[in-house]
């Protein structure tokens, strides 16, 4: 799985680019049909105490993934990015596998 990150208006460090490869082998070991992952982070308005937003789009064969998280920091919301993608991927998995026992 090739994983691409960009960070807008800064530089990533290389801790969170460590942390993002970290958290997205735990997708990778869900499923090895992932082709992409494409991580952006980037800042929101200032009015909003939680603005530091992360999006994660899964290029997989048929329909990709996409969540958008936004927390006080990039590290929380990727972890939480990552939750809801491992869910909508078990969610897509258990569909597969009930349309085979339906069969």
């Known amino acids: 799985m090739d994983i691409i990150i960009q960070s807008v208006g800064f530089k990533a460090s290389n801790n969170l680019e460590s942390f993002v490869h970290e958290r997205l082998a735990k997708l990778a070991n869900m499923s090895d049909r992932i082709i992409r992952a494409n991580v952006t982070f980037y800042e929101g308005s200032t009015s909003n105490p939680d603005n530091n937003y992360c999006e994660i ?15 006080d920091l990039y590290e929380k919301a990727l972890v939480d ?22 069969d």
């Not at 789009?57 to 927390?71: A, Q």
């Open 81 to 102: 990015a990552v939750e809801a993608l491992q869910k909508m991927m078990q969610k897509n998995k258990d569909k597969s596998i009930s349309k085979r026992h339906a």
């Open 57 to 71: 789009r899964l290029e997989v064969p048929g329909n990709d993934h996409f969540v958008k998280k936004n927390s």
